[in-house]
């Protein structure tokens, strides 16, 4: 996975903190946004440790710490610190699917396909866990009818489409036996 402050942005859960915060811890959350997006990971990571420390309840800033030891490659600590997120905050899918990469990219396909399965069950409409799960049962799970069922639901819920992910239909109808494809990633 890339490593730019650029990709720290784009793979930010959509919401900030759950719970009704003091004004204080709120403003701490935010610096430590404020860093991630500026590529001050270091900084970032300290600021998300403090609350994690400090608020454990706040499932926003492990599921920033989960992405910050990610891009890292630390996958073992960004397992954990998902799994934290999801357990603070149970309901949110975007840490659910977010999970499911840090799995995924940690060898643990059957609970990646579990977090990406519960991301989905909270939202049914969120395009992104339907296309990894798609790319987790096509390239690690051996699975290609249900990888065809999922991009096809994921090309349903893409309103302008995906080119990319129409190759992959087509080349997925195409093979014969299991050929190996690379090329296919996860979407935050």
Do not use: C
């Not at 759950?18 to 590529?39: C, I, M, N």
């Not at 799995?103 to 990894?132: C, S, T």
Request: no cysteine; proline share 6%; hydrophobic share 45%.
């Amino acid at each position: 996975g890339a490593t730019t402050a650029g990709a720290a942005v784009a793979v930010q859960p959509a919401r900030a903190l759950e719970p009704v915060v003091p004004s204080a811890v709120q403003h701490a959350f935010d610096d430590a946004r404020q860093a991630l997006r500026a590529g001050r990971m270091e900084e970032a990571q300290r600021g998300f440790e403090a609350l994690t420390q400090a608020h454990p309840e706040l499932g926003g800033a492990h599921a920033n710490l989960g992405l910050i030891h990610r891009q890292a490659g630390r996958l073992a600590q960004a397992v954990a610190a998902l799994e934290q997120a999801v357990k603070a905050s149970p309901d949110q899918p975007q840490y659910w699917n977010q999970l499911g990469i840090a799995r995924r990219m940690h060898g643990q396909f059957v609970p990646a396909r579990e977090a990406y399965e519960k991301a989905i069950a909270l939202d049914p409409g969120y395009a992104a866990p339907v296309l990894n799960l798609g790319i987790l049962n096509d390239l690690y799970l051996g699975d290609g009818r249900r990888a065809l069922e999922l991009y096809g639901r994921y090309l349903a819920l893409s309103p302008g489409g995906d080119a990319t992910v129409d190759k992959w239909v087509i080349d997925l109808k195409n093979r014969k036996g299991d050929g190996v494809v690379l090329g296919r990633k996860e979407q935050p």
